[in-house]
Nanobody, 111 residues
Framework: QVQLVESGGGLVQPGGSLRLSCAAS???????MGWYRQAPGKQRELVASITPGGAANYVDSVTGRFTMSRDNAKNTVYLEMRNLKPEDTAVYSC??????WGQGTQVTVSS
C-alpha cells in the first residue's frame, strides 16, 4: 500500500504563501489525489483534487488562491497556497484514492 508524507506547513501571516508537498512511497500515476483540511471543531473538507491526467478542481473558498499540481515522475503532489487567510488555518492532509491518507501538516495563518 502506498504511504504518503506531507511537508511544507507552518505559520504564515495573512496574505502570505506556502507550498505543501505530498511525497508517495511508490507510483501514484494512476491515482486521483486530493488535499483535505480540518480546522478545530469543523468537519474535514476536500480542498482540491487532481486526476491522473492533471485536471484539478477546487472548493469555492480557495479557487483563485490555491493551485494543486502533480509530478508523477517524482511521485509527488503539491498544493500552492497564496493570499492565505486566517480561515485557511487547519491540518492539511494528502489523500490517494481509494483510501490512503497522509499524517497531515499544520497550516496556521495568523498575524
Amino acid at each position: 500500500q502506498v504511504q504518503l508524507v506531507e511537508s511544507g506547513g507552518g505559520l504564515v501571516q495573512p496574505g502570505g504563501s506556502l507550498r505543501l508537498s505530498c511525497a508517495a512511497s511508490r507510483s501514484i500515476g494512476m491515482h486521483v489525489m486530493g488535499w483535505y483540511r480540518q480546522a478545530p471543531g469543523k468537519q474535514r473538507e476536500l480542498v482540491a483534487s487532481i486526476t491522473p491526467g492533471g485536471a484539478a478542481n477546487y472548493v469555492d473558498s480557495v479557487t483563485g488562491r490555491f493551485t494543486m499540481s502533480r509530478d508523477n515522475a517524482k511521485n509527488t503532489v503539491y498544493l500552492e497556497m497564496r493570499n492565505l487567510k486566517p480561515e485557511d488555518t487547519a491540518v492539511y492532509s494528502c489523500y490517494a484514492s481509494p483510501g490512503v491518507w497522509g499524517q497531515g501538516t499544520q497550516v496556521t495563518v495568523s498575524s
